[in-house]
């Protein structure tokens, strides 16, 4: 049997295709390429997070003798359960900023640490009783993780430092479709909403200010222009779909001449 020409022509044309369904190796591989073995400067740390209207805060005075205190603090009745394990006393931030503590007032804590409203209540309380301490704590840590990822969704930070890479290990990582060289990672702050585009192939992104991920931040993994990846199509399956293309047309040529 003779096999024209045009039929290898056909399934190198058929190879080409299938091979070209494929991302390189460097595009599905986090900082691609990073030398290992020596050790890198700290990243750029993020600015301490400052409160917002609708965080809720976590504040107990505490003292050698619990009932000298009890009146700063929340009853049972009037407690305010964020999680049906934790069962925290917090304190909402209004609009304005505010938040309402028993006998100090409307205290002002928008665009401030958390530990600079842990100080200032400190100062406040001990005009009061001294020898108390408080403990104040932002309780909604949480951080949104959307896109081509395994496990799309809010998830809660514990961490007061998560880096990109481990807020998408919160998610079950990128999934085969998506794009790890267009992440895109939205935070807002006091100029507005943020918006950057992240290349996590790149190893300059361990020197990025956005390496830390802060409480709020919104990340959104983008959809790959190919379909194909070497996770879900390596090199064997590769050779086995183009062999098995190519046995196919042979048989059918066969079968028909």
Known sequence: MKINHKLFLLAGILIFLTASCTRPLKEITY????????????????????IRPNDHLYIVVLGDDPLHTAFFN????????????????????DEKGYISFPQLGEIFVKNKTVLQVQEEMAEKVTDYI????????????TIT??????????????KNQLTIFEALGTAGDINDWGDYRDVKLFRQ?????????????????????????????????EPSSRVFGYKTLNFVSIFTLSLSMVTTILLLITFFQ
Request: aromatic content about 10%; charged content about 20%.
């Open 189 to 221: 702050t006091d100029a507005g909403k943020e918006i950057v585009a992240l290349d996590l192939t790149d190893p300059e992104l361990i020197h990025s200010e956005y390496y830390y991920i802060l409480p709020n931040d919104v990340i959104y993994v």
């Open 31 to 50: 900082l691609h390429g990073i030398e290992t073995g020596q050790v890198y400067p700290d990243s750029l740390t993020p600015d301490a997070y400052l």
């Open 74 to 93: 929340l009853t049972e009745a009037t407690r305010n359960s964020y999680g049906s394990s934790l069962e925290l006393i917090t304190y909402t931030v």
């Open 145 to 158: 993780v959307l896109g081509e990822v395994s496990k799309p969704g809010v998830q809660t930070v514990y």
């Open 130 to 141: 001294e020898g108390t301490s408080i403990q104040v704590k932002l309780v909604d840590r």
